[in-house]
């Protein structure tokens, strides 16, 4: 697919714990969680609102909240690892190498700041260009993603552009220095169907030209399908299944997946046919069961499920394709 | 063929216009914020140049022409020494507004900057500040003024006499800069602690908001981040309460003058030409009436003004 791609991990996250200090006493979020990124790669990251993606990302930059703190694990990024920087050191990180998109793109825009302004900000942050060297590139960069009149639209405030553009802005500013690792958080999630194809479209047209890796957050299987490389599904804070996405869409093996893939509606269904979904609601905070977090909803779950977590291991006979679920491991062993 | 007119660009056009340019849009239909602008705009004017062209000198006596009745030599008459009261309402008025204006910037400059750093670094700035802020607001703002005259007054003035003496320097003799830093120093320390609270509870707000993650996540430091988007998006409401804050300090200083802790005579004071129009007012309406008449209509332009300006500022609270 993509000729940049290659096995060198750029962004390699190793048991990530994040907890939240609650009244009851801290709460795991994210509960060692494993990813990496592989230079030019597109990573999906994708589950349901409250299983941890975002928490796992703005914990990277070290963005949390002041009551959420990341208690485990590591994070490295292009061989320095994020926790340990110093605040000066991250900052150079920030929007320097990794460029943010964040969900709501009708707050994430300072508004009382012209969008040229803000373009502009990390180039002479970062780049020390100078306000006019900024501006060029400030219009080059809404050209590049497709907002016609950029030489105008610089002087606009955030109010008066529609929500596409303004995602399209906030696109702009995450690709202003040319980061390596572009992080989109549910980047469509508040725009319509149609927007949704267009901004998916022009990031996958970005990923080609500037040869970047994407971590792309979603709760939509559906609209990553043609844009990643790779799926990694989250439930509850840990990684349930790992593997490339024709490999999951063709064989997702744990229970989850399978749930959220069968759940979202095709044109072969019979008309009036009720849409499939997954019984129960993902584990509060605080409150995870002992076992599989998933158990409790697992069409599938065995005693040995509610006793004891059960580790992401490869399948047999794909290498890539990981997952956590102690039936499916089994199935495959008997098979 | 359809008749619907499409001007894509003329829409544009009037889309284009500044959060700045739609609010005074706003405050233009507002017809009570418009003639308090104009007063204020009028008041800052006199302020400024009044003095320069009133027909007599604020000081100068004529006693031949004692507590007479307002006329066309002396629109608003004379006092008892025989001095204008028009010129001396005039200069009163840059009085009031060097007062209101040194007064509120200092404390916005205090305010702002307290509030900023409490409501961004949190605690234990946070709630060090607010203590403090607690602590000013628990005294009472007239008991603060008159032991600060009281205490600080007779020892700046006996330095100053010293200084004379050695010095010979006759900036030195002018005691009318004392009562000016006494005044602008203790109406300043007690009207910051409003505008900590109100920066500060902005600036929570404002922390949480997602383009100040999204500023955060491009690596801008947190000096940038404040001066930049918090800052800026704080602005409106203090605007607005640094408009009303400007009458209320010229009520104040007329308030202490005319208690006779803040401007002294000769220096006319709206605040101090009251009280001297008090003890004759029976006889001599006109002496209190003028100062009195414009230190009201000052007050209520600056509070009508502040209250367009709240309203243009958040169209959303206002309906």
Redesign the interface.
Known sequence: MNTTRSNEKLLDVRGLTVEIDGRNGPAVVVDGIDLHVNKGETLGVVGESGCGKSLTM?SL?R?L??KIKVTKGSASFDGQDLQKMSNKE???????DIG?V???PM???????RIGDQIC??LI??RGMKKAEARVRAVELLRLVGIPGPE?RL???P??LSGGMRQRV?IA?GLACNPKLLIADEPTTALDVTIQAQIVDLVKDLRAKLGMSVVWITHDLALIAGLVDRVAVLYAGTVVEDAPVDELYARPSHPYTRGLLASIPKLSDAPASRLSSIGGTPPEPGRRPKGCPFAPRCPLAEAVCHERVPKLEPLSGAGNHRTACFVVQKMQEAA | MSAIPLSPVAAQEEAAVSLWRDAWHRLKRNKLAVFGLIVVAILAFTAIFGPYLTPYDYLSQNLQARNAVPSLQHLFGTDDLGRDVFSRVVFGTRTAFLVAVIVTVIAVLIGTILGAIAGFFGNPFDRVIMWLTDMTMSVPNLLLVVVINASLKSPITKWMEAQYLATLDPFYRQTIWVDFILVFGSMALISWPPYARLVRAQVLSIRSRPYITAAQALGLSNWIIMKRYVIPNALGPLIVSVSAGLGTAMVLESAFSFLGIGVNPPTPSWGNMISDGLRVWQHYPHLLAAPAAVLGLASVAFSFLGDGLNDALNPRGSK
């Not at chain 1, 707050?107 to 700041?113: I, K, Q, W």
């Open positions: 703005l930059m963005l909240p002041n991250l900052r150079k990180v920030r929007g320097g943010f964040f969900q709501d707050t994430s825009l300072n508004p009382v700041m900000e990390p942050y970062h105008e002087q606009a405030y109010h008066e906030m500013i």
